[in-house]
């Protein structure tokens, strides 16, 4: 089953996004048009249709590991969220993929 997750950041531009995320595993990455009043300044917003949740922010923390870009935040539909640094082990990612995998992904800030 895939699930559309919006990603998003207050440093990067949607552009900056993709490009960031071009080629990961498990995901199309697509620009979409946003809802001007959630997103200021930028009126698009940056989607992954993903085939695997877990696969996917393994790879996102791998490429912020790379990068040194710091830790992603991970935001369910009913308001919950959890952070996770990228530098975290991957025998910890388990720990913050099995609380984000008992709900349902909505939103990945980086």
Do not use: H
């Not at 595993?25 to 997103?39: G, L």
């Not at 009913?78 to 913050?96: C, H, L, M, N």
């Amino acid at each position: 089953m895939e699930r559309k997750i919006i990603i998003d950041s207050a440093n990067l531009n949607s552009s900056e996004i993709a490009a960031l995320l071009e080629g990961i595993e498990f995901a199309n990455i697509n620009i979409e048009n946003a809802d001007t009043a959630t997103r200021a300044g930028d009126a698009s917003v940056v989607t992954a249709l993903v085939s695997s949740a877990l696969g996917f922010i393994i790879s996102l923390l791998g490429i912020f590991k790379k990068k040194d870009l710091g830790e992603i935040t991970i935001v369910g539909k009913s308001g919950w969220q959890v952070k996770v640094p990228a530098g975290t082990p991957p025998e910890e990612i388990t720990k913050y993929i099995d609380a984000a995998k008992e709900k349902d992904i909505e939103l990945i800030t980086i």
